[in-house]
């Protein structure tokens, strides 16, 4: 993907990076597979806030994204578009099924319009089809990972990320995970072969305040900066040490150090960690 820089006019353009979108092949949605987006601002049904530095933004509409294809089991389908989604950091391609039925799927990284994909228990694993994972060959990147039978595409879906198949053994194929974590998952889920498109998104610098504003960011103000009774680390003569001999959360809590993952029921079906622990009596097969 490339990476458009401006010439550093201001102090903002010199910091600043846009993707160039030369892989776009169309400005304008398909209509009919677009629905209007409401937003919360990051406010719950009373009006609380519960998720903060959330509000304005540009106005947004939400693109009808398939994420189960298997009621297009065998149906080939042909990329027409490939197209920007303000909603995700990935590219989205329009596709024209041989019953002519249109949907939207997430682009992968070597799509063209005039591809052809199908999804298949069998399909043949070149980028873009569907396929079981137990006939994924070992070694190969997938994305649109299933976690659960049924429930659709749930892994490795954001811009430039993939998931790879390690081993087939017994029941479950064993996949690595973007985080680095090794999974098991049944062998009756379904995976796209390939990387997600826009592979060098993480690059683009911000450069300035208002583009934040613009993608719906509000500003984030350091603890230190707030009075006593807005944060743990508030008050004092001006900008001054937070006087604590650990940093605290808005809310009083461990802010380093503290274990967010528990009692989570899915931590059963991690083998390894994303720093690379073995976990529930899984053994790493000896390197060939």
């Known amino acids: 993907m490339p990476i458009k820089i401006y010439k550093p006019t201001t102090n903002a353009r010199r910091n600043m990076s846009v993707n160039a979108y030369v892989e776009l092949t169309t400005d304008k949605p398909f209509k009919a597979l677009t629905v209007n987006k409401k937003k919360t601002g990051g406010r719950n ?8 530095h959330m509000g304005g933004g540009n106005k947004q509409r939400l693109r009808q994204v398939d994420f189960f294809y298997l009621d297009k089991k065998g149906i080939p389908a042909t990329v027409e578009t490939v197209e920007y989604d303000p909603n995700r950091s990935s590219y989205v391609s329009l596709v024209l099924y041989a019953d002519g039925e249109r949907r939207y799927v997430i682009a992968h990284k070597d799509i063209k319009v005039g591809d052809k994909i199908v999804t298949e228990e069998n399909a043949k694993p070149v980028a873009g089809n569907r396929l079981l994972v137990s006939n994924v060959p070992v070694g190969l990147f997938v994305h649109n990972v299933e976690t659960i039978v049924g429930n659709g595409a749930q892994m490795a879906r954001s811009a430039g990320s993939f998931a790879q198949v390690l081993s087939q053994e017994g029941e479950y194929t064993q996949v690595k995970v973007p985080s680095g974590e090794i999974r098991p998952v049944n062998k009756q889920c379904w995976a ?97």
């Open 45 to 52: 049904h009373h009006g609380s806030i519960t998720c903060r």
């Open 192 to 288: 796209t072969i390939g990387v997600v498109s826009n592979v060098d998104w993480n690059q683009i610098r911000i450069g300035k305040a208002g583009r934040s504003r613009h993608m719906g960011i509000r500003p984030t103000v350091l603890g230190k900066s707030m009075n006593a009774v807005d944060h743990p680390h508030g008050g004092g003569e001006g900008h001054c040490p937070i006087g604590l001999k650990y940093p605290k959360t808005p809310w009083g809590q461990c802010a380093l150090g503290k274990k967010t993952r528990r009692r989570k029921y899915s931590t059963r079906w991690i083998l390894q960690d994303r720093r690379g622990k073995l976990l529930n009596g899984y053994r790493k097969p000896p390197d060939p």
